[in-house]
């Protein structure tokens, strides 16, 4: 049998990367690198330097094109499970080939494996198929835990929910009974519809990398400006990875008689 190890790395800084991450990447015959192309050259330079820096073994990267994705089609959730059959078909004959029995091959997943990151449900897709491949997830540190670290606030209130989504949901409507929401995979700023509402907002993009970017404020008084930043590094870098903290006021209490 082989075995994957998906590796979360964090978010961009090496030095967030864990000792059970190092360990595992210590392990690693083959490394599987799913390449974006161009536009994204620099996650995949990202991955390598990572490998360089810590993984000291007798190791291989094999670079695997990512299909790509119609992200106009009407029925979204198909157009997702479309791409990821694809790359589990991909990824399954790559280790086939690459990987002699009981050899051990290495995915980094930006970030945690478990949020927001759809290697798990490949590699699902794969053992499913009937290929001879276990899996082990390695935990990294999230996005989510650096936008807050950075800003400097806590998560959530006290004895309070925290609700995490995406940018698609999040213009779809505000998340009931939760006044604090964590919003990942935004590809246009959906919170701008609420900038008159009693909101705070704690942006970050290419956390934890030389070019991280931070704004804070009321929604209202900052959004033009988040909106203005992120064009201009999106443009100058080709890709964005960003998330946010919404943080609503509550209502005010009324008098008591």
Request: net charge negative; with cysteine.
């Amino acid at each position: 049998m082989r075995t994957v190890l998906i590796i979360g790395v964090g978010a961009g800084d090496p030095e967030q990367v864990t000792v059970q991450a190092i360990n595992a990447m210590n392990a690693v015959d083959a490394f599987f690198v799913l390449d974006k192309g161009e536009a994204a050259a620099e996650l995949t330079d990202a991955r390598k330097a990572l490998c360089a820096r810590y993984a000291t073994g007798d190791y291989r990267t094999v670079v695997i094109p990512d299909p790509p994705r119609d992200r106009a089609a009407a029925d979204y959730a198909g157009a997702v499970r479309d791409w990821r059959d694809e790359r589990a078909r991909l990824l399954a004959e790559a280790v086939e080939r690459e990987l002699p029995d009981g050899g051990v091959g290495g995915i980094l997943a930006w970030g945690d494996p478990a949020l927001y990151d759809g290697t798990i449900r490949v590699l699902d897709t794969i053992r499913e198929a009937g290929h001879d491949v276990a899996y082990e997830v390695i935990p990294g540190i999230s996005s989510v835990q650096i936008l807050t670290a950075r800003h400097r606030v806590t998560l959530n209130r006290v004895a309070g929910p925290v609700h995490i989504t995406t940018g698609r949901r999040l213009a779809a409507g505000w998340p009931a009974d939760s006044d604090d929401v964590v919003v990942m995979l935004d590809a246009g700023l959906a919170c701008q519809v609420y900038r008159d509402e009693p909101i705070d907002i704690y942006w970050g993009a290419y956390l934890g990398t030389p070019d991280e970017l931070l704004v804070a404020g009321r929604l209202g008084d900052v959004i033009d400006e988040i909106a203005e930043v992120r064009a201009r590094a999106r443009a100058r870098k080709g890709w964005i990875m960003d998330t946010y903290l919404l943080r609503r006021h509550p209502a005010p209490t009324a008098p008591s008689a």
